[in-house]
């Protein structure tokens, strides 16, 4: 009897142990499998991310960590009654997960309930929550409020203070004209000088109840910039640009006209310069891509000969992990003759990153890379002139709230020309405050 009870005592340990085995070999699975879907999560490959973390949750029902990414991954591939399936299993363990409430508001608003997701914010707010969480949802609150107005305005004021160290552009050294050396040494010496900038940008937006995808848009824009010393630096810039935009569930199409003028601030010079054109974009929330073709003429008859016809191949991709790339192909030609500071291509390509250190502030490098090719040879180096400029830089901001924040930023450009005269560089450093309105 005693060998008997302790065949038993035997087996059933090894069972156990064999069930402890295989325990412990599922949860090495699901880790495993867990971290490869944060992985394609992570790069984007929303569809595999879904495909792994449905798997683990049959295995795992009730795991908090697979449900939330599970949800995160449905609704990028537009599964919505997935995700809010998700969340509900995760509030079923959380009752008090106020964020997950955040993201089940959001996504009543993905699917088509706009007042069923600002109740939802509302009730939020009016909870026992944390600074940091309060501040999104009154952001995003704010966002689905006007965007269920049918008539409001965005304003956006800029004010900046800035100190250049080469104002005119000046050669970096003297250099001698090829065919003209009789002329000597050539160049400028370099100007310094502080300057202020005024920019103020208006939208007039107009939605319709009939049809509540169809935005008529009104946006008026000015900028100036003044100079402290070189007054023939000055410049002003007005624009108006109406324009329709249509919203397709993820993606936006815009159409429009452009009417600009520009003119230098020095009160002898003639230079008004007025342009009409039009412009379309297709974007949706990471990726633009645009089209803009443009005419502009001076008022000066004297300078009809700088009249020219402006083309240009947009693009632009911007995630909310904070990387920005923006890149512009142009074509300029002139109406009457090739000019060599007219009749040009020019590709210009900008990216920038945010580094985020805490809730108010930020940290954001940038470089730009701009390639020019002049159609036209110059007499003085009977050659085409090639520009290469590059420009790297550092902005740190602070944010004063979700509408405006102060900055400082500073900036070094080295202009890089086959013809000496345009061979330059420059360092800038400038404070910025900017201010959002909505009406």
């Known amino acids: 009897m005693h060998n008997i009870f302790f065949l038993i005592i035997f087996f059933f340990t090894l069972a156990s142990s064999n069930n402890l085995e ?42 908090n960590k697979i449900n939330y990414y599970l949800a995160n991954s449905a609704i990028k591939i537009k599964k919505f009654g997935m995700a809010s399936a998700a969340y509900e299993r995760i509030l079923i363990n959380e009752p008090n997960n106020l964020k ?8 009543l608003y993905l699917t088509g309930n706009t007042q069923a997701s600002i109740i939802s914010l509302k009730k939020l707010l009016s909870k026992d929550i944390s600074n940091n969480l309060k501040k999104e949802v009154q952001t995003y609150l704010n966002y689905l409020e006007a965007d269920k107005k049918l008539f409001f305005i965005n304003t956006t004021f800029l ?20 065919n003209f050396t009789y002329l000597g040494p050539q160049g400028d010496d370099k100007v ?44 002003e810039a007005y624009s108006y640009q109406p324009g329709i935009l249509i919203k397709d569930s993820f993606k936006n199409y815009y159409l429009g006209l452009i009417f ?60 909310s992990s904070g990387f920005n790339f923006f890149s512009r192909f142009q074509k300029n030609i002139a109406f009457k003759s090739n000019r060599t500071d007219i009749d040009k291509i020019v590709f210009d390509n900008n990216l920038s990153y945010t580094f985020i250190l805490n809730d108010s502030m930020s940290l954001d490098p940038f470089f730009r890379y701009k390639m020019t090719n002049y159609e036209d040879e110059s007499i003085a180096f009977s050659s085409r002139r090639k520009d290469r400029l590059s420009e ?16 400082l930023r500073g900036s070094y450009l080295n202009n890089h020309s086959n013809h000496a005269e345009y061979d330059f560089k420059n360092k800038s450093i400038s404070f910025i405050y900017l201010k959002r309105f909505t009406w």
């Not at 997950?100 to 996504?107: D, G, P, S, T, V």
């Not at 004010?159 to 090829?178: G, R, T």
């Not at 509540?212 to 410049?235: A, D, G, P, Q, R």
């Open 22 to 63: 295989k325990m412990d070999n599922i949860d090495t699975y699901i880790d495993v499998e867990y971290k490869k879907s944060k992985e394609y999560f992570q790069n984007k490959e929303y569809e595999k991310s879904y495909n792994i973390l449905k798997k683990l949750f049959l295995k795992d029902l009730s795991n």
């Open 100 to 107: 997950i409430r955040f993201e089940q508001a959001k996504l």
């Open 159 to 178: 004010f900046s203070l800035n100190y250049m160290d080469n104002v005119n552009d000046a050669p970096n050294q003297d250099y001698i004209l090829p």
């Open 192 to 235: 310094s000088d502080t300057s202020h900038i005024e920019y103020i940008n208006v939208d007039l937006i107009k939605k319709f109840k009939s049809s509540e995808n169809v935005i008529i848009k009104n946006n008026f824009s000015y900028l100036k910039k003044t100079f402290l010393n070189e007054k023939s630096e000055n410049f």
């Open 260 to 319: 600009q003028k520009y003119k230098s601030g020095h009160e002898l010079s003639k230079e008004y310069l007025d342009g009409v054109g039009v412009e379309t974009k297709f974007y949706n929330k990471n990726h633009m891509i645009g089209l803009k073709a443009e005419r502009l003429f001076y008022k000066d008859e004297d300078k009809s000969d700088k009249n020219y016809s402006s083309y240009q191949l947009l693009y632009n991709t911007f995630y």
């Open 392 to 407: 790297s830089g550092l902005e740190f901001r602070k944010y004063l709230n979700a509408s405006s924040f102060v900055s």
